[in-house]
T-cell receptor
């Protein structure tokens, strides 16, 4: 089955700096890689995703890159703001099968210091 | 458009009691997933259900835990004879179809505290 690792587990950055979170996956059949943001006391919310036929995707201050050969993908947040403080989870699964269990990484707690 | 609705948001039980957590998926979604999140930990898959069917319960503890998604009404995660280790946040997610075709939308979670 799929195994997703995520680093770092905690990350502190100054407001305005960039933050990078990295994930690796084990199953070469995985082709869909979403990122979720979980604010304190709330459920995870999808913020960006990438499919295996794309190397990079951007949405304003956030971007995700994928290296299929190395089986890793990363979340990049530029010009961080205090409201970016949250726990971020990556996930990997096979979106081409009728069903595949969604396995999440262990999460990264991001703190943006004003 | 109501999202995934979970209730109760907070539940306190004494050891040995039963806990019932309810999840109403988003309108138009017929697939439900339950995840457990222990304090300071990630999201652990428990069970995946469609209407009236359990598709994958590989993450569910073998004893005391059960889940259902009846033809009418919300999905229910039931924990019998709760123990302190069951204290966690339980999240429900739904999708329009099977995971392969659709992303998961999560509810706000139900936080269970066992005294």
């Amino acid at each position: 089955g799929e195994n997703v690792e995520q680093h770092p587990s905690t990350l502190s950055v100054q407001e305005g700096d960039s933050a990078v979170i990295k994930c690796t996956y084990s199953d070469s059949a995985s082709n869909y890689f979403p990122w979720y943001k979980q604010e304190l006391g709330k459920g995870p919310q999808l913020i960006i995703d990438i499919r295996s036929n794309v190397g990079e995707k951007k949405d304003q201050r956030i971007a995700v890159t994928l290296n299929k050969t190395a089986k890793h993908f990363s979340l990049h947040i530029t010009e961080t703001q205090p409201e970016d403080s949250a726990v971020y989870f990556c996930a990997a699964y096979n979106a081409k099968t009728s069903y595949d269990k969604v396995i999440f990484g262990p999460g990264t707690s991001l703190s943006v210091i004003p | 458009n109501a999202g995934v609705m979970q209730n109760p948001r907070h539940l306190v039980r004494r050891r040995g009691q039963e806990a019932r957590l309810r999840c109403s998926p988003m309108k138009g979604h017929s697939h439900v997933y339950w995840y457990r999140q222990l304090p300071e930990e990630g999201l652990k898959f428990m069970v995946y259900l469609q209407k009236e069917n359990i598709i994958d319960e590989s993450g569910m503890p073998k004893e005391r835990f059960s889940a259902e998604f009846p033809k009418e009404g919300p999905s229910i995660l039931r924990i019998q004879q709760v123990v302190r280790g069951d204290s966690a946040a339980y999240f429900c997610a739904s999708s329009r179809g099977a995971t392969g075709a659709n992303v998961l939308t999560f509810g706000a979670g139900s936080r269970l505290t066992v005294l």
